[in-house]
């Protein structure tokens, strides 16, 4: 797809903002510090009304959800880019070979250009923030996709953006997959997509024909694993609560568990004690969130039904009524060993059902982690250490999390991204920087070196030194 062959509004700002990378392609610490801080206000000042937003595009989600898991994290990202970003842009010593001494190199970060971020549903706002705080830090101008299934929340921050920033700085815009298919067809510097592996596998083909590098954070099918001997009351809270935050609609979420077959009710009991601790209310508790919209509940509606009329025996963790079609709310269900080729074994649930995949020897949940694409996330509980190491060097995965869940994501050191399916590249804190940087190797030769010697015509001497640097 060309330039001329996409919307006029999107190409004109789209190339209003490559003219002014153009004008000012390397601001200094000060122009970007202004941007976030910029962006930590906008946040700031109007934490109410994107609760409010958000909390009506999903038809009811906890206002401290959304402090707790999108405001906060947003907040430690552009702050972390406030603190560290004059540091990230300093050129890295990086070493020379021991034949081009005394040449010195380092490594310099560049501002890419123009960068592009597609926004799910999910964590509408973190998940803007996140990529945009490493963005600007980086000293780019940046256009972001908003989803449109959170209507609500992608017009509010549509305008306060506008607001805050110039449109040659930061450009939101809104629309549906059709808008979301042209605007990944931009000719970015960079394109970070959050969403689907099947809609990354159409984002990372229209990036294709642009050359445009992708970062791609997917999902898939994110196991959790108890160990024989590792207590289970406290696994069984922490899968719990990692898998009913935002009801299970996140990325990271255990999508299934893997444990010992003679832990199977256990399991259950200690499931079913730890969602009604957590929402004493059950399905009206005002702390447990709905799913997001009638299409996405009527599809975990109908996978958990396939799970059941395939064999899987279901277990809902709430007293009282288990679905409530009005406002699309679902009660957390627990499948037990469903049939591996049934939906909720296949697919990525994105909703609160959780499969119980029961295993006889620990080294059989290994080889059924590894027998699937690569997961998001894994997570692991076992107070062995010696075994956790050999295990987690036997499973790729996104990133890991030993004796809890989620927790990784919150590591402003770490990075965050997928393996295989699950995703490309990765980001947060310094490693969103760099994702949105272009470290640039730079020799710098001395006054006194030898490269004379090594210019045709080439003599004896030149070929001596060779076979002696061949030798060594």
């Known amino acids: ?69 999108e405001v906060w994290p947003s907040l430690e990202e552009i702050k972390g880019a406030l603190r560290h970003g004059r540091g990230w ?27 592009g971020i597609i926004v799910p549903w999910n964590y509408p706002l973190y998940l803007a923030v996140g990529p945009m705080a490493a963005a600007l830090a980086a000293g ?48 970015f510097d960079h394109l970070l997509f959050t ?25 898939g099918k994110s196991p959790a694993i108890i160990t024989p001997g590792y207590p289970l009351a406290h696994a069984v809270q922490r899968i719990v609560v990692g898998k009913l935050i935002n009801a299970g609609q996140t990325c990271i979420a255990p999508d299934y568990v893997l444990l010992p077959r003679d832990q199977l009710q256990a399991f259950v009991d200690a499931a079913r004690d730890a969602a009604r601790r957590a929402y004493p209310a059950g399905l ?7 799913v997001i919209n009638d299409r996405h509940y009527r599809r975990l509606l109908g996978a958990a039904e396939e799970a059941g009329e395939r064999g899987a025996r279901t277990e809902y963790l709430f007293d009282g009524v288990s679905h409530d079609d009005a406002r699309h709310r679902l009660a ?48 692991w509980f076992d107070h062995d250490t010696t075994r ?53 190797p730079v020799f710098r030769q001395s006054r006194l070196n030898g490269m004379a010697l090594f210019l045709p015509p080439y003599s004896p001497l030149m070929r001596r030194l060779l076979r002696l640097m061949k030798a060594f």
């Not at 934490?47 to 409010?52: L, N, V």
């Not at 010195?104 to 123009?114: F, W």
């Not at 209507?151 to 059709?178: H, N, Y």
């Not at 009206?284 to 709905?290: G, K, T």
């Open 195 to 219: 969403g689907s592996t099947s809609v990354g596998r159409r984002v990372m083909a229209a990036a294709a024909a642009n050359l445009t590098p992708v970062t791609l954070e997917l999902g």
């Open 332 to 379: 957390p269900a627990l499948l037990l060993d469903p049939p591996a080729d049934c939906e909720v074994m296949r697919e990525e649930i994105f909703g609160p059902l959780l499969p119980l995949v029961p295993y006889d020897r620990l080294d059989e949940a290994v080889d059924f982690v590894n027998a699937r694409p690569h997961p998001l996330a894994l997570y």
């Open 388 to 440: 956790t190491q050999a295990a987690l060097r036997k499973m790729p995965a996104g990133g890991v999390t030993v004796n809890d869940t989620l927790l990784h994501v919150a590591q402003e050191k770490l990075p965050f991204g997928g393996v295989g399916a699950s995703g490309m590249g990765h980001y947060h804190g310094r490693w969103g920087f760099d994702t949105f940087s272009k470290l640039t």
């Open 1 to 69: 797809m060309n330039l001329q062959d996409l919307p006029t509004d999107l190409t004109l700002a789209f190339e209003r903002q490559r003219a002014a990378h153009a004008a000012d392609p390397g601001p200094g610490w000060d122009t970007r510090a202004d941007r976030l801080r910029r962006l930590l206000r906008l946040l700031l000042d109007n934490e109410g009304a994107i609760t409010q937003a958000i909390d009506a595009d999903f038809g009811g989600r906890p206002a401290v959800e959304t402090e707790l898991a």
């Open 284 to 290: 009206a508790d005002v702390n447990f969130c709905s």
């Open 140 to 187: 780019n101008r940046v256009m972001v996709k908003m989803s449109e299934l959170t209507p609500g929340f992608s017009a509010l921050w549509q305008r306060l953006c506008a607001q805050a920033f110039s449109p040659d700085e930061l450009t939101i815009v809104t629309g549906g997959p059709e808008l979301a298919a042209q605007f990944s067809a931009l000719p």
């Open 89 to 115: 842009m300093k050129p890295r010593r990086a070493g020379v070979g021991k034949w081009f001494l005394p040449a010195r190199a380092q490594l310099l970060p560049q501002a890419l250009g123009v960068a």
